[in-house]
């Protein structure tokens, strides 16, 4: 038998079913966005690491050439080296179902059923491939448009073609998914290998360090030592890359877009408690007569905090109670869109206690403070004033200037001016309405804009490349002959001959820095837009000088104009080192480390002067859905011109790749800035039926002296629209430094670039219709109440 005090809430929460769903709602909003997060960034965290470390991951990977097994137990050995494994890996090319011709990076193992290091597990089909065979990574088939059982097409180096079933598929948590990459991921026996005229010896070792070398310093030491006794033992080593140890490669863009949606979900949180205070601020206006009742049969104010303390847990735990399972099912949703993103497979989802823990003791604990201060205000109220209110229509409110400003206002139609000024009669109400959209909205438009910021530092990323195609060749070429033949084929409007090479700065205590990419472009060339950051770019009559990007400052931070830069040079064979003038910084943007020379100059340096093994071009028609049928022709005329082409690759397709990727990020964001704006609908609606529910006695007046059902719904319609109208003028203003700043978190953070504010004014503009929509949709359940309101209610208005 429940005591009368919990009958009294009992029968509150039953009577105003409405109110109760209202609060009930705006509590569970924040709990909700809390728990999507958590859980999603705990499950995503523990998943993708546990699957990571499942597979034995290479503590480095060493690029090389020529490498037999007698070298792979010779390196096991080596100081430092726990493990060590061979493969072979060829970069060709895969045809797909439509006829166009893929990246396709083939591997080979020693033996399948016992990898080491970098485990690759058997999906469907065959295990180990078949002889003559191929299986294909499992997110391939969706890129190629081929299944099981089909016939693939690969072209090896020498142009020729071979057929290959796909005889299955398998899991490779070290690629990428490939329609993230839009590469493709075979894997071979080794008896295949010579039937598809490429060499047995292994490309690709990978290291696993003992325990005592766990650092990045300490693994990359080892790695390079590796690399130098490779290259005394007479084998090719050009370099080597070591991941953060422990981690998912993925991790360094997973955890940041994590961290942000938990800020998105702490503004949530925050915006919640904005709702509360005001839905606890309408129970007690119309408890105020209860209030007063209480405190005369000698009810003390302690008592009756205590009972609307309790009937916010109340509302606390219901909430919960569609808080938890909903965000449950929405963090399942979120974890397995991710994890198909970074392409690992979440083994086991359940909530975690810890969130779970903390669900509670927001769901609990948030309402009961967010709601103490209308609830001690609330109950200070004297039994006189208690009960001779109807509502807190009774109590007088300042005439500010603003107030005095509205009454100046002239020709506006009454119902007009009557909604306008009883927009601004609750100020501290309003402000908190306003704080509650106006964030809202300014996120949302924040988020557009960095969207629109994104696809405009990718556009820039392109244009920086001023080209339509890039094609290579199987082999260098004289210069004068590739531009001969490109400027015979009228669909080149101009083609440049560029080179790029292999570099690694060394230090002057002897260590090696991360690989850089040299690049060659002929003097005066027009295919690149360099974007200035400090010094100049190369004058064609530099000798020694370089211009190193932004991304190599990422890499070696003490570089300078005016500094000496002393790099190794990759020659396949050989390495060669030279100290080179840095003369300018260029903008890197989205293009990786690159330093830059003259082509004659570093061709000399590399011993083929005169000489390129890839072309720059770009195109009579500028329309790009032409390009694709463009360069298949281009590849043919080439071909028959005796100049073997390798590969092509559209700009365009750069565009729509990065764009996917970019998207992910997107969708994310979205998904948060549409919650946030529900959030300030629930709280618009709240402000809205408090304003009524005081108002009570005004509608009953208004109806007494003729006033239609429609007028007074349009009035109170008109009040939130007033509302929603003022929220957008403030949530425009404020989303233009915010979206600034969400432009330096998403740039740095995961793009690892600064990215081209853009402020979204379509974005802003699809803001007003949705907080409009919301303001109508807000409003409308107060307004039908409103305009239900009769004399006989007024008098009977407790």
């Known amino acids: 038998m429940l005591s009368p005090r919990w009958m009294l809430i009992v029968r509150d929460l039953w009577n105003n079913r409405s109110r109760t ?91 399948y059923d016992n990898i ?36 693939l097409v690969i072209e090896v180096y020498d142009g020729k073609q071979r057929e290959m079933i796909i005889a299955g598929t398998v899991h490779d948590l070290n690629m990428t998914p490939a329609p993230l990459s839009g590469n493709a991921y075979g894997y071979v026996s080794r008896d295949s290998l010579e039937w598809l005229g490429l060499s047995e010896a292994y490309s690709q070792i990978a290291i696993k360090t003992t ?4 650092t990045v310093e300490q693994i990359n030491a080892v790695a390079q030592q590796v690399q130098e006794k490779l290259e005394k033992s007479g084998y090719g080593a050009w370099g080597y890359w070591t991941p953060e140890p422990g981690k998912h490669p993925a991790d360094e863009i997973i955890s940041p877009i994590l961290v942000l949606l938990g800020f998105l979900g702490a503004m949530a949180l925050a915006l919640s408690g904005f709702l509360v205070i005001n839905t606890i601020t309408a129970i007690l206006t119309q408890h105020i007569r209860y209030i007063g009742i209480m405190k005369t049969v000698g009810g003390r104010k302690r008592q009756i905090t205590a009972i609307y303390v309790r009937m916010v847990l109340v509302f606390g735990l219901l909430s919960l109670l569609i808080a938890i399972p909903l965000g449950v099912v929405v963090a399942s949703q979120f974890t397995q869109y991710l994890g198909r993103v970074v392409n690992f497979d979440v083994a086991r989802f ?40 109807y509502g807190l229509a009774e109590h007088k409110v300042r005439r500010g200037p603003l107030d005095r400003l509205l009454e100046r206002i002239r020709g506006l139609p009454r119902p007009l001016m009557l909604s306008l000024r009883n927009t601004f009669r609750r100020k501290a109400r309003l402000t908190l309405t306003l704080a509650t959209l106006t964030l809202g909205g300014a996120i949302f438009c924040g988020v557009l804009s960095a969207h629109a910021s994104m696809m405009h530092t990718l556009d820039e990323a392109l244009q920086y490349w001023n080209s339509d195609v890039n094609i290579d060749f199987r082999r260098p070429h004289r210069i004068e002959k590739l531009e001969r033949e490109a400027a015979r084929m009228p669909s080149i409007a101009a083609a440049e001959s560029w080179s790029f090479y292999g570099a690694y700065p060394l230090h002057e205590d002897g260590s090696q820095g991360e690989q850089v990419l040299m690049v060659a472009p002929p003097p005066h060339t027009t295919m690149i837009n360099p974007l200035l950051v400090e010094g100049r770019w190369l004058l064609p009559e530099d000798q020694n000088a370089v211009v190193v990007n932004t991304e190599v400052l990422k890499q070696e931070p003490d570089i300078q104009v005016g500094d000496d830069l002393l790099l190794e040079l990759d020659k396949g064979d050989t390495r060669v080192e030279r100290t080179w003038h840095v003369v300018g910084i260029v903008r890197g943007v989205m293009t990786g480390p690159m330093v830059y020379a003259n082509q004659e100059v570093l061709m000399r340096a590399m011993g083929r002067v005169g000489r390129a093994y890839s072309l720059r071009i770009q195109l009579a028609d500028p329309d790009p859905t032409h390009h694709k049928a463009i360069a298949r022709q281009l590849e043919d005329d080439f071909n028959r011109a005796g100049l073997r082409v390798r590969r092509w690759h559209l700009m365009s397709d750069s565009r729509e790749q990065v764009a996917k990727q970019l998207n992910i990020i997107i969708v994310l964001l979205l998904s948060m800035a549409v919650l946030l704006a529900i959030v300030g609908g629930l709280g618009l609606m709240g402000t809205m039926s408090i304003n009524v529910l005081e108002r009570t006695r005004e509608v009953g007046v208004m109806r007494a002296i003729g006033a239609t059902s429609k007028s007074v719904l349009r009035i109170v319609i008109t009040e939130g629209l007033i509302v929603a109208a003022i929220s957008w003028l403030l949530g425009a203003a404020l989303a233009w430094p915010l979206s600034r700043s969400l432009n330096a978190i998403v740039g740095q953070s ?22 409009l929509f919301l303001a109508a949709l807000a409003s409308m359940l107060p307004a039908r109440r409103a305009s239900r309101v009769t004399v006989r209610d007024v008098l009977s208005y407790e």
């Open 211 to 214: 325990p005592d070398h766990h």
């Open 350 to 389: 359940a909530l975690p206690s810890e969130v779970l823990a903390v669900e509670v003791v927001i769901g609990l604990l948030v309402p009961v403070l967010t709601g103490l201060v209308p609830i001690v205000m609330g109950t200070r109220v004297t039994a006189h004033k208690a009960m001779s209110a």
């Open 750 to 771: 995961i793009l690892q670039t600064s990215l081209t504010h853009v402020f979204s004014y379509g974005g802003t503009g699809l803001w007003l219709v949705i907080v």
């Open 21 to 111: 769903l209202l609060v009930i709602l705006s509590i569970a909003v924040g709990v909700f966005a809390v728990g999507v997060i958590m859980t999603t960034a705990t499950v995503v965290s523990r998943e993708m690491t546990e699957s990571y470390m499942e597979i034995s991951p290479a503590s480095s990977t060493v690029w090389s050439w020529g490498v037999d097994e007698d070298m792979i137990h010779t390196l096991k050995k080596a100081p430092g080296v726990q493990e060590a494994e061979g493969r072979c890996h060829f970069s060709l090319k895969a045809q797909d179902a439509a006829g166009d011709w893929k990246p396709l990076a083939l591997y080979a193992l020693a033996d």
């Open 116 to 151: 080491r290091l970098g485990k690759i597990w058997p999906e469907e089909g065959a295990w180990p491939p078949p002889k003559h065979q191929v299986l294909v990574e499992r997110t391939v088939l969706q890129v190629l448009d081929k299944e099981i059982g089909d016939t």
